[in-house]
């Protein structure tokens, strides 16, 4: 029987740091992962921490800070990088090694110029190597999306037997669809011996946009890992979004998952991303984005403001927005400007909103956004003013 609680890989100090631009220095990676342990994540991966001095050096600084998460690195099936990982993470009260190799045809002919059985050989000893140093030992089959999956089930099965307890399933290249996606953990789930010896991970790349779609059919399909980055930041067009996948198992009760993610630390820690790594977020993101609940159409304002739930399937407050946003634009109606105005201490009669209204609307059409001042400016140039002011 499977748990119902999904475990939380945050790989944005590994993943989401390989993007153009986003590199942090040691002091900026520990200001984020400090914040991700208070998160609730339960895996951090730190690093890569043979690629550089650098990372080296913010792996072991994150491994002695971090309290409750395991601390995680990455490394290729290459002894010599198994061997630097254990170095680094030596202090981390949690260490993971995250060890692994490509198993598509592609990875096999043209980035190794090998064979499945070299590879099945060079999978089962990179485990068995990491074992030597850690207890805690994840397996990737980099381009499992991509790879057969009676091979895929093959390499799983040899990475098992040296040890390992976790197997993660990258779709690197952001490939399948979600269908495609749960049917290949459901296959593994199915096919590979002592598979209950490891848990299952997703790691979903967002190349056609189903990063977060197909991570949420792999936790249906019985994985119980989630690899995801703060903002979905990750290579090329990123990884599975945090907040998108645990959000979606806070909404979806009847799914019965559930993390141990404090939701209402999701926007803080997305902004301390965006400013650290100076990636902006675009404004209709999912959840973090600053138009997430923002509302500026007449007919949704006047629902919002009528009953917050007849356009909001979040409470903002669950994910540490303090509250919606009523955006006033030439589409918004009468309800979206009495409250606006209400707001900043004008209470208007019909009649009244009526002629402000109409002025409203002529100003509206000739700016993008009415403000509070603009507000002000458009009830003071009123006719009804006085009667504004003397009620
Ligand atoms: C899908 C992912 O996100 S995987 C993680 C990607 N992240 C990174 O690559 C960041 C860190 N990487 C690095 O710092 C460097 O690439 C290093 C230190 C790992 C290697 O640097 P170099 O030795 O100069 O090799 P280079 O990067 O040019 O090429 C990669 C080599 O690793 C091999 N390789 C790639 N993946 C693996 C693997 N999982 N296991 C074993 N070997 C591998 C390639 O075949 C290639 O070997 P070759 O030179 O014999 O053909
Ligand atoms: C190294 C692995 C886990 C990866 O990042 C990928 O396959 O996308």
Redesign the pocket.
């Known amino acids: 029987m499977l748990d119902k609680n999904v475990q939380i890989f945050d790989t944005t100090l590994r993943?989401g740091e390989?993007v153009p631009g986003c590199k942090l220095n040691t002091d900026q990676k520990l200001v984020i992962a400090e914040q991700l342990d208070l998160l609730g994540v339960d895996i951090i991966e730190a690093g890569?921490p043979?690629?550089?001095p650098g990372d080296f050096k913010s792996v072991e600084a994150i491994s002695k800070l971090v309290k409750h998460a395991t601390v995680c690195g990455?490394t290729?099936?290459?002894e010599n990088?198994i061997k630097v990982a254990a170095e680094a993470l030596k202090y981390a009260k949690k260490p993971r090694i995250h060890t692994?190799?490509?198993t598509s045809d592609s990875h096999i002919k043209f980035?190794?110029k090998s064979n499945q059985e070299d590879i099945l050989k060079?999978a089962h000893a990179a485990v068995a190597y990491a074992k030597s140093f850690v207890e805690d030992v994840e397996f990737y089959a980099?381009d499992a999306g991509r790879t057969d999956n009676e091979f895929l089930a093959k390499v799983c099965e040899a990475a098992i037997k040296a040890g390992a307890t976790v197997l993660n399933i990258?779709d690197?290249t952001g490939y399948c669809l979600p269908h495609e996606y749960g049917a290949k953990i459901k296959y593994l789930r199915e096919n590979v011996k002592d598979i209950d010896k490891a848990v299952l991970s997703c790691h979903c790349h967002n190349d056609l946009g189903l990063a977060t779609a197909n991570s949420i059919e792999g936790v249906i399909n019985g994985a119980r890992q989630i690899e995801c980055t703060i903002n979905g930041i990750g290579?090329r067009a990123g990884n599975t979004a945090l907040e998108e996948v645990v959000m979606i198992l806070k909404q979806h009760p009847y799914l019965n998952l559930d993390t141990n993610i404090n939701t209402s630390m999701l926007y803080g820690i997305s902004q301390l991303v965006s400013e650290s790594m100076g990636i902006y977020t675009q404004p209709n993101k999912a959840i973090v984005g600053a138009n997430a609940f923002a509302h500026s159409s007449g007919i949704h304002q006047d629902g919002v403001i009528k009953n917050r739930e007849t356009y909001e399937i979040i409470d903002p407050k669950d994910v540490g927005v303090t509250e919606s946003s009523i955006v006033l634009t030439a589409r918004s109606g009468r309800a979206a400007l009495a409250y606006r105005a209400k707001n900043i201490g004008y209470e208007l009669t019909k009649l009244q909103l009526d002629e402000i209204y109409a002025n409203f609307l002529d100003f509206a059409d000739k700016k993008k956004e009415v403000d509070d001042s603009d507000i002000h400016q458009i009830i003071e140039t009123s006719k009804v003013y006085r009667d504004i002011i003397s009620a």
């Open positions: 993943d390989q890569f043979v690629s550089s990455l290729r099936s290459v990088d692994g190799i490509g980035k190794f060079r980099e990258p690197t290579e």
